[in-house]
T-cell receptor, first 109, second 117 residues
Framework: KNEVEQSPQNLTAQEGEFITINCSYSVGISALHWLQQHPGGGIVSLFM???GKKKHGRLIATINIQEKHSSLHITASHPRDSAVYIC???????????FGTGTSLTVIP | NAGVMQNPRHLVRRRGQEARLRCSPVKGHSHVYWYRQLPEEGLKFMVY????????ESGMPKERFSAEFPKEGPSILRIQQVVRGDSAAYFCASSPYLAGEGYNEQFFGPGTRLTVL
């Protein structure tokens, strides 16, 4: 079993839809990260959070430490949001970073 | 400020050759991580280095792979006698913080795509 599980694996949405990607983890963490990987392959860090909620533009990330769960929301989705979204956690017991397998999002015009 | 730089962006090697991947961290960052992304798979941690020190290499294959981060110059991930299964994207990230002692936001490079023929 992976330390980080994401769902769904693949997601197709119509432009304008509200999107939610979920992440569950099984290890103790110091922080949780949401990353975005575009078709060209580059990785961008979207959020790093250890509690509560963060918002950046149309993106919102929440985390529930007790339930070991985080969600990434995209409001008013746009085709340029099409990418792979990766959840990662940094372990609080060492130097390890654990990654989910990613959610491939396609937003159709 | 320049972000994390990796070169080359694409590298083609024949089986048995050596591959050297370079990573220049964000200026001022003294901690470097290497990750591998195999085709159709997620990112996997390989190694965590501080200047002149390997902090955690638990994700590195036992043979043929080595990494260094010298006092001067970029971090190098070296793969000797490459095999087809080494074909992957190799990402480097840098951080200004020591992992385990607080938030360690990482800044990723664009990756090096290694193809072994």
């Amino acid at each position: 079993k992976n330390e980080v599980e994401q769902s769904p694996q693949n997601l197709t949405a119509q432009e304008g839809e509200f999107i939610t990607i979920n992440c569950s983890y099984s290890v103790g963490i110091s922080a949780l990260h949401w990353l975005q990987q575009h078709p060209g392959g580059g990785i961008v860090s979207l959020f790093m959070l250890s509690s509560g909620k963060k918002k950046h533009g149309r993106l919102i990330a929440t985390i529930n430490i007790q339930e070991k769960h985080s969600s990434l929301h995209i409001t008013a989705s746009h085709p340029r949001d099409s990418a792979v979204y990766i959840c990662a956690v940094s372990s609080n017991t060492g130097n390890q970073f654990y990654f989910g397998t990613g959610t491939s999002l396609t937003v159709i015009p | 400020n320049a972000g994390v730089m990796q070169n080359p962006r694409h590298l083609v090697r024949r089986r048995g050759q050596e591959a050297r991947l370079r990573c220049s961290p964000v200026k001022g960052h003294s901690h470097v991580y290497w990750y591998r992304q195999l085709p159709e798979e997620g990112l996997k941690f390989m190694v965590y280095l501080q200047k002149e020190n390997i902090i955690d290499e638990s994700g590195m294959p036992k043979e043929r792979f080595s990494a260094e981060f010298p006092k001067e110059g970029p971090s190098i991930l070296r793969i000797q006698q490459v095999v087809r299964g080494d074909s992957a994207a190799y990402f480097c990230a840098s951080s200004p913080y020591l992992a385990g002692e607080g938030y360690n936001e990482q800044f990723f490079g664009p990756g090096t795509r290694l193809t072994v023929l």
